[in-house]
Nanobody, 123 residues
Framework: QVHVEDSGGGLVQPGGSLRLSCVAS?????????MGWFRQAPGKEREFVAA??????YYADSVKGRFTISRDNAQSTVYLQMNSLKPEDTAVYYC?????????????????WGQGTQVTVSS
């Protein structure tokens, strides 16, 4: 049984930083396992944030240069370091795993999802 668990959200002031974590279990965790982060703000559709597959990272234009995705295969964990946070980054953030990674930026390519972690950027 594959399981993905995300954590690390919270309340942060504009300009601040947070690091989200996602632990995956139930299958081999290596670079071939595509992992992604998505977010959903109130009243909006879920959108792609970042992904990592093989040796390549992908980012939404809105977070490029501010967010960094990385992984620790020994710990079966993927991270999302978020810097220079803005109020518009406020959302529930979801970690997801894709067995094939056929389209890292598409939520439809992902097979397993975490429960979500709330990130609120406000003064």
């Amino acid at each position: 049984q594959v399981h993905v668990e995300d954590s690390g959200g919270g309340l942060v002031q504009p300009g601040g930083s947070l690091r989200l974590s996602c632990v995956a279990s139930g299958r081999t965790f290596d670079n071939s396992y595509c992992m992604g982060w998505f977010r959903q703000a109130p009243g909006k559709e879920r959108e792609f944030v970042a992904a990592i597959h093989l040796s390549t990272t992908y980012y939404a234009d809105s977070v490029k240069g501010r967010f960094t995705i990385s992984r620790d295969n020994a710990q079966s964990t993927v991270y999302l370091q978020m810097n220079s946070l803005k109020p518009e980054d406020t959302a529930v953030y979801y970690c997801a795993g894709s067995l094939t990674g056929w389209e890292p930026k598409s939520q439809y390519a992902y097979d397993y999802w975490g429960q979500g972690t709330q990130v609120t950027v406000s003064s």
